[in-house]
C-alpha cells in the first residue's frame, strides 16, 4: 500500500511539474472555470453539513446491528 502511495506521489509531482512548465496553475484553471476558491470552501462545507448527520443515524442503526450479528456468530476454527 505504501508503495502505491509513493507511486502515486511521484505521478501527482511529475505531472504538476509539467503543468506549470506550460504555464498552468490551479488559479487559471479555477478562473478559466469560473470558480473561486471560497466557492470551492462553501460546497465542501454545506456538503459535510449535509452528510454529517445521516452518517450519524445511519451509524446509530448499523453498529448496533453488525455488533449483535457479530456476536452472535459461531467462532472460527
Known sequence: MLSGFMKL???SLLAGTLLSFFGITPRA??????VTAED??????STFAWAAPRMLMG?????PIW???YLLMP???
Open 40 to 45: 470551492i470552501q462553501n460546497g465542501l462545507v
Open 9 to 11: 506521489a511521484l505521478a
Open 59 to 63: 451509524a446509530a442503526v448499523i453498529l
Open 67 to 69: 455488533l449483535v450479528t
Open 75 to 77: 467462532p472460527r476454527a
Open 29 to 34: 484553471v479555477l478562473d478559466s472555470v469560473g
